[in-house]
């Protein structure tokens, strides 16, 4: 589990901005919304957990997480799921083999933060659904 929560995020962070590159190679036009919807994704679920504060699990349940963690507050929503998820549905928008690629590292990253203590499933559970809304209106309805 160790492995997998360090390891797959980094594989959509670095996946992310090779799919930024290879729009603006190509002057796709797609390229903004593929930046900006992200962008606004992370700003927003970052402003909402500062002003939330929610403690985590192993705060609030005083349980040792699986993965260790120092971190207070700021559980809710969870920003890795937001952050994937959002970068899954944006590459949906552009490739869909890799929009589904994206969305089961996603899922697993979604399960993993909970059952290691880091978050409880409310938080993922926004997290995914905010980034799914956001992404659906900004990539498909606008």
Not at 65 to 73: H, N
Request: aromatic share 12%; net charge positive; hydrophobic share 55%.
């Amino acid at each position: 589990m160790k492995i997998l929560n360090l390891w797959l995020p980094r594989i959509v962070y670095c996946a992310y901005p090779a799919l930024l590159a290879m729009l603006a190679i190509r002057r796709d036009g797609r390229f903004f919304k593929a930046l900006l919807i992200p962008a606004a994704v992370f700003g927003t679920v970052t402003v909402v957990r500062k002003r939330w504060n929610l403690p985590r699990p192993y705060e609030k349940l005083g349980i040792e997480p699986l993965i260790p963690r120092e971190k207070k507050g700021q559980s809710f929503p969870s920003r890795h799921v937001a952050s994937v998820t959002i970068i899954a549905v944006a590459c949906w928008y552009i490739w869909p083999p890799a929009g589904f690629a994206m969305s089961v590292i996603a899922l697993l990253i979604s399960v993993i933060r909970p059952l290691a203590g880091i978050h409880f499933p409310r938080d993922v559970a926004a997290g995914v659904a905010f980034s799914l809304l956001i992404g659906i209106i900004g990539f498909w309805l606008l």
